[in-house]
């Protein structure tokens, strides 16, 4: 099965500030990667997928990028953070219809 | 646009009490329907169904998938404090001759479970 690694688990930032989240997956190839973004404990809203490397489609516009340099490395940016930026960030990956699995999330708070 | 709904939004229970979660949805293309608990971090998966009427168990949880009324529901009996978490329903499409399949996530069910 696979693994999903995320840091930082926690990050204080100031507005305009650049950002920087990575997450790596180990124990499976050519995975699905995405970026989920959970607001006050509640449902997740996608905002960004890769079937592959260089492949992101972004579900919803806002002021954050994605990239995926590698097969399993996925990356998500931004260069002038904003206060609504804060959140809780969740990377998952799964292969075709399986299940997806989480990595251990990212609690943003953007002050 | 796919719709996922679950309900109630919050659920207060004490030890040893049944609990029914719902899920009903509206998604092109439906593939699967998964539930996820969640706790401090992140969703740890519990089941994924994908053909109507048959059930899934593990221990004291239980789902089962209705496709025809698009609806789901989890079932928790004799609950524990350690049941206290965010219940999450999440549906799958696919896309046509690709791998990817989008997960639509409900807004979750907050349980929460009294000695």
């Known amino acids: 099965s696979q693994t999903i690694h995320q840091w930082p688990a926690t990050l204080v930032q100031p507005v305009g500030s650049p950002l920087s989240l990575e997450c790596t997956v180990e124990g499976t190839s050519n995975p699905n990667l995405y970026w989920y973004r959970q607001a006050a404990g509640r449902g997740l809203q996608l905002l960004f997928y890769?079937?592959?490397?260089?492949?992101i489609s972004s579900e919803v516009p806002q002021n954050l990028s994605a990239s995926r340099p590698q097969d399993r490395q996925f990356i998500l940016s931004s260069k002038k953070l904003l206060l609504s930026d804060s959140g809780f960030y969740l990377c998952?990956?799964?292969?075709?219809?399986?299940?997806?699995?989480f990595g251990p999330g990212t609690r943003l708070t953007v002050t | 646009e796919d719709k996922v709904v679950q309900s109630p939004l919050s659920l207060v229970v004490h030890e040893g009490d049944t609990v029914t979660l719902n899920c009903s949805y509206e998604v092109t293309n439906f593939r699967s329907l998964l539930w996820y608990k969640q706790e401090k971090k992140a969703p740890t998966f519990l089941f994924m169904l994908t053909s109507s009427g048959i059930e899934k168990k593990s221990g004291r949880l239980s789902s089962i998938l209705d496709k025809k009324e698009l609806f789901s529901i989890l079932n928790i009996t004799a609950t524990q404090t350690g049941d206290s978490a965010i219940y999450l329903c999440?549906?799958?499409?696919?896309?046509?001759?690709?791998?990817?399949?989008?997960?639509?996530f409900g807004q979750g069910t907050i349980l929460t479970v009294h000695p």
């Open positions: 999440a549906v799958r499409n696919i896309r046509g001759g690709t791998s990817y399949g989008k997960l639509t």
């Open positions: 890769s079937v592959g490397i260089g492949q």
């Open positions: 998952a990956g799964d292969r075709a219809s399986y299940e997806q699995y």
